[in-house]
């Protein structure tokens, strides 16, 4: 029965596919910002029984999107206070800063007022670290997780900052050029984002719906994600999604993958 349920579910989740976008507008520019190195003990955390006791590396980055209508930051990383913390932060990844984001903003002109929409995938630090620095960002994140108490109970963002819950898909600009995914599982409101780019053509960017490129071939779940049965119905609806857009995918921590990717100032078109 609950197989069948899951079949059910999967193939609902396959048909929405069809939606993200009607309309196929592009976004102008990507900037990759860096926005974290880290330092992992034991690799198995995140494939549990898989890769016990190794250690790897990776990375959190930032993505900087230039769109007629204006900008639109995806992922704030793991927070620009941590380039005062230089022997790193955390326990099951030990995080380190090797630049700002606000110095990689200024490098290229653009000051944080100026980014109208900020989204994150999901609220673990690495990804929200930087939220504060931008106030007057309309914050676009899924009710679920907006709503997700942290574990002692309290808001995961500042009530005070202007935000959009969402429940479902979001187009950004209304063209389908930077449209958010709901992809629940590795935490109750994830989301990953699909954008589209003139000369690049199309890309899917995960969050933590899978953390590394083995995890996402193998569809390993994280011993700690909320929902072991949505993080496999999000990974599969990732890979119907790729399949029709024959978008690239971008895994968000895969350091091997990032390392290949231009770094702004540099930006993809
Ligand atoms: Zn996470």
Same mark, same amino acid.
């Given at each position: 029965m609950k197989r069948l349920c899951s079949a059910a579910a999967l193939a609902a989740g396959v048909a929405m596919l069809a939606t993200p976008a009607a309309a196929q507008g592009t976004a102008e520019r990507l900037y990759v910002m860096e926005c974290g190195q880290g330092a992992v003990p034991d690799l198995s955390r995140w494939s549990p029984g898989v890769n016990v006791g190794v250690k790897t590396e990776y990375v959190t980055n930032c993505y900087l999107v230039r769109h007629a209508k204006g900008w639109l930051l995806w992922e704030t990383g793991a927070g620009d206070d941590l380039i005062n913390v230089p022997e790193g932060r955390g326990s099951f990844t030990r995080w380190r800063l090797k630049r700002t984001l606000a110095s990689q903003l200024a490098e290229i002109g653009v000051k944080p007022d100026d980014i109208a929409f900020i989204a994150a995938s999901h609220t673990h630090f690495d990804h929200i670290g930087n939220v504060n620095l931008f106030p007057k960002s309309m914050l676009l994140m899924q009710k679920a997780e907006y709503q997700w108490p942290l574990p002692k109970g309290g *808001?995961?963002?500042?009530?005070?900052h202007p935000v959009t819950q969402l429940d479902g898909d979001h187009d950004v600009f209304g063209d389908g050029s930077a449209v958010l995914l709901a992809t *629940?599982?590795?935490? *109750?409101g994830h989301q990953s984002f699909l954008l589209r780019l003139k000369n690049t053509g199309p890309i899917v960017f995960t969050g933590d719906a899978a953390h590394f490129r083995e995890n996402y071939e193998f569809r390993r779940v994280p011993s700690f994600n909320t929902n072991r049965e949505q993080s496999l119905q999000s990974m599969e609806r990732i890979a119907a999604i790729v399949a029709n857009t024959r978008a690239q995918l971008w895994i968000h921590h895969d350091k091997p993958q990032a390392d290949q990717q231009k770094k702004s100032p540099a930006f993809y078109d």
């Open positions: *808001p995961r963002f500042n009530p005070a *629940p599982g590795h935490t *109750p």
